[in-house]
T-cell receptor, first 114, second 111 residues
Framework: DAGVIQSPRHEVTEMGQEVTLRCKPISGHDYLFWYRQTMMRGLELLIYFNNNVPIDDSGMPEDRFSAKMPNASFSTLKIQPSEPRDSAVYFC????????????FGNGTRLTVT | DAKTTQPTSMDCAEGRAANLPCNHSTISGNEYVYWYRQIHSQGPQYIIHGLKNNETNEMASLIITEDRKSSTLILPHATLRDTAVYYCIVRGSGGSYIPTFGRGTSLIVHP
């Protein structure tokens, strides 16, 4: 398996623009997580899905952020409109549905909002 | 909030064993201890996990105390490529399923 695949690897955009980050989880995994990492706040969980259904979005910073999982092999995280403080590395991870199953992370999308 | 406590940083000589401690005094019976590491600009990488017994794989060994309130990750022969941030998390089923990461331990392996 190719692992968790995220795109794009880097994204540079101007303030106010819409940004869409993409994730393809490992086939067969039923949990998908979106994290954000900054120097100030470390690795924060934004939202997670189980069987394509959002379970907990309490980590989503504000209404400008939204996430979808239209099918088991694809998820998006959208920021509209983007702001400079959204600059961070965004990671997607997937796992099987038990505590005895590790998360597998993608290599992240580095977002810079100018 | 993370349920684990780790030292902020450690260093180790190349070729020596690196022993990274983690306290998880509030761990519950169905929660596993997981270790990940993150090399700069990459996603966190799974290393090892355990419930009660000590575990070993090709990357590391995990020693869990009998009361399960702390654990140690052992890299038996550290190399320069082991320089990374190491995260210890606890994770179970149900409400404790959400994996929460703290700041981890920054391990520097020096020649």
């Amino acid at each position: 398996d190719a692992g968790v695949i995220q795109s794009p690897r880097h994204e540079v955009t101007e303030m106010g623009q819409e940004v869409t980050l993409r994730c393809k989880p490992i086939s067969g995994h039923d949990y998908l997580f979106w994290y954000r990492q900054t120097m100030m706040r470390g690795l924060e969980l934004l939202i997670y899905f189980n069987n394509n259904v959002p379970i907990d979005d309490s980590g989503m910073p504000e209404d400008r952020f939204s996430a979808k999982m239209p099918n088991a092999s694809f998820s998006t995280l959208k920021i509209q409109p983007s702001e400079p403080r959204d600059s961070a590395v965004y990671f997607c991870a997937s796992s099987l549905g038990s505590g005895n199953s590790p998360l597998h992370f993608g290599n992240g999308t580095r977002l810079t909002v100018t | 909030d993370a349920k684990t406590t780790q030292p902020t940083s450690m260093d180790c000589a190349e070729g020596r064993a690196a022993n990274l401690p983690c306290n998880h005094s509030t761990i519950s019976g169905n929660e596993y201890v997981y270790w990940y590491r993150q090399i700069h600009s990459q996603g966190p990488q799974y290393i090892i996990h355990g419930l009660k017994n000590n575990e070993t794989n090709e990357m590391a060994s995990l020693i869990i105390t009998e009361d399960r309130k702390s654990s140690t990750l052992i890299l038996p022969h550290a190399t320069l490529r082991d320089t990374a941030v190491y995260y210890c998390i606890v994770r179970g089923s149900g409400g404790s399923y959400i994996p929460t990461f703290g700041r981890g331990t920054s391990l520097i392996v020096h020649p």
